[in-house]
């Protein structure tokens, strides 16, 4: 089945419900630009490394990634208990490396289409995971609404 069929399948496909936690690392531009690309660097990626030790300890699914995350959790008290870990990671991560370290973060449960990638679009960059429908979108919205380095 070539990618266009596929997208034709999945808009017809009815939902399944998900539960999102998204992730905005608040200012991270300002940030880059304070620290340097190469200080920034080792801050940014120290930051993905703990959240996804806690996103596993929560079991979650990472779907995304850019300066925040996207994430698949079981349930909302599993995005609710990863949320508030995730606070306190970042907290000290911003302690440690004496920095402005903050994340807003959303959580939202609802119908969602998730559909893996071809191996073809993989090897092409692809990400494994495509998930789509409002819940993403408000889960996004969610995270925006969140004041910075508050739990949700």
Known sequence: ???????EQASSMPGERATFLCVDLVDSTALIQTLGDGRAGVVLARFADAAREVFLDHRGREIDHTDGFLVLCDDAVAALATALDLHRRIASLARDTRSKLHARIGIHSGEAIVRPNTPEAIARGAKPLEVEGLAKAVCAACAALQRAGKPC
């Open 1 to 7: 089945m070539n990618e266009a069929s596929q997208a």
